[in-house]
């Protein structure tokens, strides 16, 4: 099972390496030699490819990484709910009986009816 951290790092790393790409088509497409309107038409068809490529890194992202991810999180806060659910049994099992015993300790004994015959 892998750390938060590790989730982290390999998302930075994601993001940096997209980001890096972006910038340095765009740097490439804004110093090269051609006219105006070649130039936007090539940020635009660069711009849909980087998109597009942005979209196909996170939908690898989420089924390599997020969605195992998830799934032994989900794992790991049921096992954890099990866990208190049955620390918490105990405790009320234990508060009921010593409940009980201190009300039985603390109940009066009813004293006997039985009358006295005077003569």
Known sequence: MCSRNSYSDTATFVAGTIL??????????????RSGEETRTRLKLEGEKAYRDVERSVRTFDKKTLQPAIKNAKKEIDDHVKTVKKEVDKTVNSVKKEVTSRVKKATPKKKSTTKRSTK
């Not at 890096?20 to 030699?33: E, H, N, T």
């Open 20 to 33: 890096g790409a972006a910038v340095g088509a765009a740097v490439g497409i804004l110093f090269a030699p």
